[in-house]
């Protein structure tokens, strides 16, 4: 079973402040997709990383795959309140079980104004 | 475009009481269709999937059954709810199964057992 650990599980932080979250696993995964849920609604995709050490941006969200397709992390620059939200990454098997995505708990981002 | 629909939003059902959720998807053809759980702090646990009609994989063994009668209409089910059976369930569908094909998911049913 691969198994996608999430830090931290809550982070409540001011407007404009920097944060990074973090998803670790001892297993490798062909790519790592990352996902925004709002309350009430389902996930909704943000990006997804294939290659190992690949960097993504995306406006103030910044992306990372770890060289050994391990891990992720998302830094986020100048916060706001509307990126609040549950933060869920996602990896995708590297053999065999390409039709399923393995999530992560998450991480519950609260930007306060 | 492609679009999912899913309903009903919200539901509330005695324990005991029979299940059906559906999902649709427009806008696309022969896609891989997901039924996944979210129960709060719990992250997301997929219950089944699919390839085609008819074809259905389960991931944990549960009171819950799931069909594909049409290419693009999932459907949820149960006989009899159990309490543990609360929680919020969203489909969610892909293109392909290759490491870029991300899932888009539909708006999620909150079910409340009681």
């Known amino acids: 079973t691969q198994l996608l650990e999430q830090s931290p599980q809550f982070l409540s932080i001011q407007e404009g402040e920097n944060l990074t979250v973090y998803c670790n696993s001892s297993?490798?995964?062909?790519?790592l997709q990352w996902y925004r849920q709002e309350p009430g609604e389902g996930p909704v995709l943000l990006v997804t990383?294939?290659?190992?050490?690949e960097v993504k941006k995306l406006k103030r969200l910044t992306f990372q795959f770890g060289d050994a397709r391990k891990d992720s992390s998302l830094h986020i620059t100048a916060a706001q309140p509307g990126d609040t939200g549950l933060y869920l990454c996602?990896?995708?098997?590297?053999?065999?079980?390409?039709?399923?995505?393995?999530f992560g708990k998450g991480t519950l981002l609260t930007v306060n104004p | 475009s492609q679009t999912i629909h899913q309903w009903p939003a919200t539901l509330v059902q005695p324990v005991g009481s029979p299940l059906s959720l559906e999902c649709t998807v427009e806008g696309t053809s022969n896609p891989n269709l997901y039924w996944y759980r979210q129960a709060a702090g719990r992250g997301l646990q997929l219950l089944f999937y699919s390839v085609g009609i008819g074809q259905i994989s389960s991931e944990v063994p549960q009171n819950l059954s799931a069909s594909r009668p049409q290419d693009r209409q999932f459907i949820l089910s149960s006989k009899k709810l159990l309490l543990s059976d609360s929680g919020f369930y969203l489909c969610?569908?892909?293109?392909?199964?290759?490491?870029?094909?991300?899932?888009?998911f539909g708006s999620g049913t909150r079910l409340t057992v009681v």
């Open positions: 969610a569908w892909a293109l392909g199964t290759g490491p870029l094909d991300g899932y888009t």
């Open positions: 297993s490798v995964f062909s790519s």
């Open positions: 996602a990896g995708v098997g590297s053999g065999g079980s390409n039709y399923k995505l393995t």
């Open positions: 990383v294939v290659t190992g050490g």
